[in-house]
Nanobody
């Protein structure tokens, strides 16, 4: 229903910055919220940030608060993740996600709230 394509990953030094983009296509009018998850080798997938498509309320994992900023451009059906002050522990594959269902009590940082996933983009932070 909704297709997602990430871009913007790469190699950066500790303290550097990267900007990830996620372009949505297909039935984008169904999107209620979008977000980013990441998974490092040998580690569990974890939430990074999420944003409500209408209104733009943002939610962040504690590990990235104050360093990462999530935003969206509704007209372009594109979401962004501005990552600053990057650390080696931020190294992971970052996945863009979209959710098409919302209800009272939705946990926007839970993977179960999303039914569309991108292929992922690698972010590597060298020490």
């Amino acid at each position: 229903q909704v297709q997602l394509v990430e871009s913007g990953g790469g190699l950066v030094q500790t303290g550097g910055s990267l900007r990830l983009s996620c372009a949505a296509s297909g039935r984008t009018f169904l999107i209620y919220h979008m977000g980013w998850f990441r998974q490092a080798p040998g580690k569990e997938r974890e939430s990074v940030a999420a944003i409500r498509w209408s209104g733009g309320s943002a939610y962040y994992a504690d590990s990235v608060k104050g360093r990462f900023t999530i935003s969206r451009d509704n007209a372009k059906n594109t979401m962004y993740l501005e990552m600053n002050s990057l650390k080696p522990e931020d190294t992971a594959v970052y996945f863009c996600v979209a959710g098409t269902t919302v209800y009272r009590g939705t946990n926007y940082l839970s993977p179960g709230e999303y039914n569309s996933w991108g292929q992922g983009t690698q972010v590597t932070v060298s020490s």
